[in-house]
T-cell receptor, first 114, second 114 residues
């Protein structure tokens, strides 16, 4: 079956601009996670959805970052007033149930802020 | 707080050699889950294995094997008879029971030379 998909695969933007990153999870997966991976580092947690609601957003670095999942499937990560330090690969993962279930990852979106 | 340490930043081996990737974890919880993921040059994280804290039985899957030892808080990964296609960054990760995200180590970059 289809895996987790993310669009766009690459996004280049200018400092101060607004960007949206999209994640389409595996069909039937109720849990969805966003992570951020900087060069040479492991992925770091940003936010977790169980269904439509954000169950844990403790990893969001500041209020410029926001994510939604209005229908419990596709999720959008939104970054306002982008900064050069936001440049990273943004990874999305989904699982059948949160926490103890295996998370399957998408290919990521590489964001570059000039 | 949970922590995962992968002390080996980079490892280089010659094809057909065996190689072990180390993973040490920290958690005060008695119920937790350990994972290994592979990240090839394409960038997508590929799930390899999941173990829960109550199952210390070692596992073998083809050329891959995993050694879980609670006494030393380690979950090491061995590749037997390595191949060039094994070249990738390997991540060890931990999650707790319930709705919690993965905590990743910094990864070990494995290079297998023909």
């Amino acid at each position: 079956g289809a895996g987790v998909s993310q669009t766009p695969s690459n996004k280049v933007t200018e400092k101060g601009k607004y960007v949206e990153l999209r994640c389409d999870p595996i069909s039937g997966h109720t849990a969805l996670y966003w992570y951020r991976q900087s060069l040479g580092q492991g992925p770091e947690f940003l936010i977790y959805f169980q269904g439509t609601g954000a169950a844990d957003d403790s990893g969001l670095p500041n209020d410029r970052f926001f994510a939604v999942r209005p229908e419990g499937s596709v999720s959008t990560l939104k970054i306002q007033r982008t900064e050069r330090g936001d440049s990273a690969v943004y990874l999305c993962a989904s699982s059948l149930v949160g926490g103890r279930d295996t998370q399957y990852f998408g290919p990521g979106t590489r964001l570059t802020v000039l | 707080a949970q922590k995962v340490t992968q002390a080996q930043t980079e490892i280089s081996v010659v094809e057909k050699e065996d190689v072990t990737l180390d993973c040490v974890y920290e958690t005060r919880d008695t119920t937790y889950y350990l994972f290994w993921y592979k990240q090839p040059p394409s960038g997508e994280l590929v799930f390899l294995i999941r173990r829960n804290s109550f199952d210390e039985q070692n596992e073998i899957s083809g050329r891959y094997s995993w050694n879980f030892q609670k006494s030393t808080s380690s979950f090491n990964f061995t590749i037997t008879a390595s191949q060039v296609v094994d070249s990738a960054v390997y991540f060890c990760a931990l999650s707790l029971s319930g709705n919690t995200p993965l905590v990743f180590g910094k990864g070990t970059r494995l290079s297998v030379i023909a």
